[in-house]
C-alpha cells in the first residue's frame, strides 16, 4: 500500500512531530488486530487495521480507548478515503462526548468541506447539530486542502486543556497552525474514541484511515523527528 505524505514543504526536508512531554498513551496500529487492552470494539464492522493503520468504516461509535483522560494533547496522521473521519474526545460512553471532525473537499457544502466541526453529544443526542457550528477562530479553514482517497496523510494535533480545546494542522509550509478553538465545560474527562458517519461497513459510509496515534501532557514549542513520523515530505510512504 502507498500513500502520499501531503503536509508538504518545499525542498528537501524531513517531517518533524511536535515536541511533547510525558507519554499517556500511543498506538501505531501495526498488527492484524485492535490492541483489546487499548481499545473497546464498539461496532466491530466498522473496524479494520491492515498494513499499519487503522480503517474505520461508517457504523458512528465505533472504538473507544479504555483509558480516560482530562487534559492531554493527541497528535495522530489523518488518511481521509471518503468525506470525512470524525474523533471523540472524554467520551463518558457512546451516548455522551465531543466530537470533532474534520471533511474534505469532496464533503457536500452543508457540512462545510475543509473545516473542523465541533459537536457535542449529551444522552444519545446531537446538543449541536451539524447546522449549529460554535464559533471558531478567524482561521478556521484547514491550512490545507483535505481530499478524498486515501493518498494523502494529514497531522493532526489537538489540545484539551480545561474547558478548551485547540485544533491544530501542519500547513504546506510544514508550520503547526491553530486552526480552530471550541470552549465548552460539559464533560471534564473521559475516553478518546472514533465516530464515523453511516451504516457499519457499508460503501457510502464515511471512511477514513489513521496511524502514530500519540497522547501526551502537553504541547511544547519545540519541535523534534519522531518515530515513523520523520518521513520526507512529498515521498511516497509504502507499508
Request: net charge negative.
Amino acid at each position: 500500500m502507498c500513500r502520499t505524505l501531503l503536509v508538504m514543504v518545499i525542498g528537501s526536508m524531513f517531517l518533524v512531530s511536535v515536541g511533547y512531554a510525558g507519554d499517556l498513551f500511543q498506538d501505531d496500529f501495526e498488527g492484524a488486530d485492535i490492541d483489546t487492552d487499548k481499545w473497546e470494539v464498539i461496532q466491530a464492522a466498522a473496524v479494520n487495521q491492515h498494513d499499519g493503520v487503522l480503517e474505520l468504516t461508517g457504523g458512528e461509535f465505533c472504538l473507544l480507548s479504555v483509558q480516560e483522560f482530562g487534559d492531554f494533547v493527541l497528535e495522530m496522521e489523518y488518511i481521509p478515503v471518503f468525506h470525512c473521519g470524525g474523533w471523540v474526545l472524554r467520551a463518558q460512553d457512546a451516548n455522551n462526548s465531543y466530537m470533532v471532525n474534520l471533511p474534505t473537499m469532496e464533503e457536500a457544502v452543508a457540512n462545510t468541506p475543509n473545516h473542523v466541526r465541533w459537536h457535542i453529544r449529551e444522552n444519545n443526542a446531537w446538543a449541536l447539530t451539524p447546522g449549529d457550528i460554535p464559533a471558531l477562530t478567524d482561521d478556521s479553514e484547514a491550512p490545507v486542502e483535505l481530499h478524498d482517497g486515501g493518498e494523502n496523510t494529514y497531522l493532526v494535533v489537538m489540545e484539551a486543556k480545561g474547558d478548551t480545546f485547540n485544533f491544530y494542522m501542519k500547513d504546506e509550509t510544514g508550520k503547526l497552525v491553530l486552526v480552530s478553538t471550541f470552549e465548552d465545560n460539559t464533560f471534564e474527562s473521559g475516553k478518546i474514541g472514533f465516530r464515523m458517519s453511516g451504516s457499519a461497513g457499508v460503501e457510502g459510509a464515511e471512511q477514513a484511515q489513521f496511524d502514530n496515534l500519540v497522547i501526551r501532557t502537553e504541547l511544547a514549542e519545540a519541535v523534534e523527528s519522531r518515530g515513523k513520523l520523520a518521513s520526507a515530505w512529498g515521498s511516497l510512504k509504502s507499508d
